[in-house]
């Protein structure tokens, strides 16, 4: 993780890439631009980054490439409702990986696959980023397709200091991606107010069986009491707070009873509009690590519910430093290959009816040959210290006799006083007395 993994470490990621080329059937291809923002869109865009090749600490953590043999997250989209993500990132550039979208902050039906800012491109990055030969940046679910719902051009919001998401903006957002299909939908984004608007739409994915997961948000300190977050605290979304390199919580990750579990989320690598990478921090950042893990048990799972879907990722977490069911960590981390290897209640697979063995008929003969031996042996064991006894015994007669020269002898009778009571005692004149 310090840039020196060397030959091993080249090796390692070209192998990553190899067997996520075979998995997705898609190599990285060389393909024009189709993300140039439109004219106007981006007032000062930030620049491109460069590449930063060694496997970064999240993805070593999680591991996620153990589950790919199982689901890649294919078939299944994954709406990030952010500020558009750049479809020319070169691991973002397969055809199909990013679709069109739409862009609900600007006037105009614009599609969404574009980005000014890098936050939703690296938020999708997260997710879906194909792993590429020499680059140990990968998405946790890079088969999964993702649909860009831009609803921001700046941060937004999850620290409380980018501009306020208009709500109108953000339920139609919500809405559109449901009505495309989407059967996840990250929302790296937190506000302390409650919008009817918003929970409105949340309402309407959850009832349409899509899994939304929130960002907890990044405004907590040290002396604050639990602070209110949406849309984490909404009813059927699933909260998710940020956890740094040694598993403690970052800092100002939000906690709250709205914390379901929590995921790498300080000094994580990111993908940025155009091309390279770099570290970002926050719950933002947190929240797609889960939504990709959900797109993964999506595919592996088809049949699961929504809630179930939550319930098997809380189910299968990783247990954090707070213990299970803590309002700083949730269940515990997201761990991709368990929440979609483990078979839980309500899967689709079942256990096979146990059946005894039939017996062993050599195992069972060789014990029933130790059985007779023991019996053998403890019989013989027997007769001998009989024999024992009866010698000995006949031994001492003979020498009793011969010292007597075989004449009878007699046998000397003590009689015993009669019993009394100890509380009465005898007569001082009977101790003189011989029976």
């Not at 009832?207 to 040290?222: F, I, L, M, S």
Request: hydrophobic residues 40%; charged residues 20%; proline residues 8%.
């Amino acid at each position: 993780m310090d840039g020196r993994g060397g030959t091993r470490g080249q090796l390692r990621n070209a192998g990553l890439a190899i067997v996520a080329a075979a998995l997705i059937g898609c190599c990285l291809p060389a393909a024009p631009a189709v993300a140039t923002p439109p004219r106007g869109a981006c007032s000062n865009p930030e620049p491109g980054r460069s590449v930063v090749r060694p496997l970064p600490w999240a993805q070593d953590l999680l591991g996620a490439e153990r589950a790919w043999p199982h689901s890649t997250g294919a078939g299944v989209t994954v709406a990030v409702v952010d500020s558009g993500v750049d479809a020319d990132h070169p691991q973002l550039h397969r055809p199909g990986k990013v679709l069109p979208g739409r862009d609900f902050f600007l006037v105009g039906k614009l599609p969404g696959n574009y980005d000014c800012i890098s936050h939703g491109t690296a938020v999708a990055s997260i997710i879906a980023a194909d792993p590429a030969a020499g680059i140990g940046f990968h998405g946790i679910a890079p088969g999964a397709r993702i649909l860009p719902v831009r609803v921001t051009d700046r941060e937004t919001g999850d620290s409380g200091q980018g501009r306020v998401i208009d709500q109108a903006i953000l339920a139609r957002g919500i809405i559109y991606a449901v009505d495309q299909g989407a059967r996840v939908i990250n929302l790296s984004m937190s506000g302390g107010e409650d919008q009817k608007q918003v929970r409105q739409a949340i309402a309407y994915a959850v009832r349409k069986d899509v899994v939304v997961v929130a960002a907890a948000g990044n405004r907590q300190a040290d002396d604050a009491g639990p602070l209110p977050s949406y849309p984490a605290a909404y009813p059927g979304v699933l909260g998710v707070g940020a956890i740094d390199i040694s598993g403690a919580r970052a800092s100002n990750s939000q906690t709250g009873p709205y914390v379901d579990l929590v995921a790498p989320g300080e000094g994580v690598l990111a993908a940025t509009r155009r091309t390279g990478h770099q570290y970002v921090s926050g719950t933002s950042f947190a929240t797609p690590f889960v939504s990709a893990t959900a797109a993964l048990v999506r595919a592996a799972w088809p049949k699961l519910t929504a809630a179930q879907v939550i319930q098997r990722l809380r189910a299968t977490a990783t247990p954090a430093r707070g213990g299970s069911g803590s309002p700083e960590y949730g269940a515990g981390i997201v761990d991709p290959y368990r929440a979609v290897t483990e078979g839980l209640a309500g899967s689709a697979r079942t256990l096979p009816r146990a059946t005894m063995p039939p017996p062993d008929q050599q195992l069972l003969a060789t014990r029933a040959w130790w059985r007779d031996a023991a019996a053998e042996a403890r019989g013989v064991t027997s007769m001998a210290v009989g024999a024992a006894l009866i010698v000995t015994v006949t031994g001492g007669l003979l020498a009793a006799g011969r010292r007597r020269r075989w004449r009878a002898g007699r046998t000397s009778i003590v009689r015993r006083p009669a019993p009394h009571d100890p509380a009465d005692p005898l007569p001082e004149h009977l101790f003189s007395q011989r029976s």
